[in-house]
């Protein structure tokens, strides 16, 4: 919008082209758009009002504008508000109810700075409608008295540079200021409920186009942070409709060697709760993988955010003393129990995380350290209050994972896995196991059973019988 056009809708607004209640509205709700941090129901509900409503376009721009700004500006006093109001002036019940009932959810009250702008947006956004409302008051009765009591004044626009100065930046009027007052609006217009309905369709359909990409910058960052290092997708999809979630070549780095990925995995598909998602959780009743490698090289390094500690691997020194075919099979079995170890830690953390987070206030000092790596706008109450976990996992299979090329593979099995599993009836189980039959076809084509050469044929069972040993069979 040029400027000339911001002064015309001004100058329109003060000749009685809008109405104190018309100034009021839009002043308030563009201020509450603008004060309510990111893209969800709440700030929705006041742009639908916004939209709906019989308001001053202008006014509300500018409210919109100067809310957005102090938004910004503001975002530690409204998160330490919100702190305030859930944790100590007894909010937490309302803002559990509402973070654990599908589509209320999204309204982000379990947000510290969604909730803490609220009574910064009602009473700034009240006291400026009301100084905007009273300032133009006054500008209208002052240019009532010049247009009634000032001859002179009234005379001087009769002539025509002036005449030609007063339409370049108030534009054309037909009716006195008087008049154009007397005039009543209505609460609604039918032009406006219909260009509503056109924006929220507008608004709808990127959602719909988009909501791929969103959910694959939403899982590449969310699980870059949680791995502390980057994390690549090539796709992922999210069938609404199936409730069916589909993500292809993921990459998992490693911190400690960001040359190599941690998981690499071609495929992985997961059935996924819609009525969860509308309460801001994922709720998996099956995810499976087939083909999962570990310690697979990447094009390039990943990017590092956070150095893990080091940790000695057991067993290193003994795979090189022990023979040949022996070594491997060693290797592979003390591979898969490293891993299973892993996956220990993975449960403890999960049990540990589950009872911190059961605490009903949490602690200042780590939420500002979450502040300042994540955003005052990120940090929400959800994971302590609600009454479900914010992410579970029914049933989790891995199929034929690559230790590395030559060994066999090996399967994962995971149950009940989540954010808290104190809030989860059946027990959490996470393990791998090796793959009995890739073992068995590893086994036969090392011993040489299919060659017919009786002579390798009793090597064979001699290396066989060498293998079973390891095993303990």
């Not at 892993?342 to 350290?369: A, S």
Request: aromatic residues 6%.
């Amino acid at each position: 919008m040029n400027p000339i056009k911001m002064l015309r809708k001004l100058g329109a607004a003060i000749r009685g082209g809008a109405s104190s209640r018309q100034i009021y509205l839009g002043v308030f709700l563009g201020f509450a758009v603008g004060m309510t941090p990111g893209v969800n129901l709440t700030m929705i509900a006041f742009l639908l009002l916004l939209l709906l409503l019989n308001t001053n376009g202008f006014f509300a721009g500018v409210s919109l504008i100067l809310g957005k700004v102090l938004c910004l500006l503001l975002a530690p006093v409204t998160f330490h508000l919100g702190y305030a109001m859930i944790h100590s002036m007894g909010l937490s019940g309302l803002v559990r109810a509402l973070a654990d009932t599908p589509v209320l959810a999204l309204l982000d009250w379990q947000v510290y700075c969604v909730i803490g702008s609220l009574p910064l947006t009602i009473v700034g956004g009240v006291a400026l409608a009301i100084a905007a409302t009273l300032a133009m008051r006054k500008v209208r009765l002052a240019v009532i008295a010049v247009q009634g009591d000032h001859e002179k004044l009234r005379a001087a626009t009769q002539k025509i540079w002036m005449r030609f100065l007063l339409w370049l930046a108030l534009g054309k009027s037909k009716a006195t200021l008087t008049e154009a007052l007397k005039k009543k609006t209505p609460l609604f217009r039918k032009g406006r409920l219909i260009g509503g309905i056109i924006v929220m369709a507008i608004l709808m359909i990127p959602c719909i186009l988009y909501l791929d990409a969103a959910v694959k910058s939403g899982i590449e960052g969310g699980a870059g942070f949680a791995n502390g290092a980057e994390v690549n997708l090539d796709s992922a999809g999210l069938s609404l409709r199936e409730g069916i979630l589909t993500l292809e070549g993921l990459q998992v780095t490693n911190p400690a060697k960001p040359e190599e990925n941690r998981v690499q995995a071609k495929k992985i598909v997961a059935d996924v709760s819609i009525a969860a998602l509308l309460t801001r959780r994922l709720e998996i009743d099956l995810i499976s993988c087939d083909e999962m490698k570990l310690d697979a090289p990447r094009e390039k390094p990943g990017e590092v955010y956070r150095k893990p500690a080091e940790e000695k691997k057991p067993g290193e020194g003994l795979l090189a003393k022990l023979p040949g075919d022996v070594g491997q099979l060693k290797e592979y079995y003390e591979k898969v129990k490293n891993f299973n170890e892993n996956l220990k830690k993975v449960q403890e953390y999960l049990k540990g995380d589950g009872e911190k987070q059961q605490q009903q206030q949490p602690d200042p000092e780590e939420l500002k350290r979450r502040a300042e790596a994540e955003g005052y706008f990120r940090l929400s109450a959800q994971d302590v209050l609600a009454e479900r976990p914010s992410w579970l996992i029914r049933q989790l299979e891995v199929l034929h994972v690559e230790i590395r090329e030559g060994l066999p593979t090996f399967n994962i099995e995971g149950k009940n896995l989540s954010s808290k599993p104190s809030l989860v009836e059946e027990p959490m189980s996470l393990k791998a196991e090796p793959d009995k039959k890739a073992i068995e076809e590893w086994k036969s084509k090392l011993t040489g059973r299919n060659t017919g050469e009786p002579k390798e044929e009793t090597k064979g069972e001699k290396k066989k019988g060498l293998l079973d040993g390891v095993l303990g069979k």
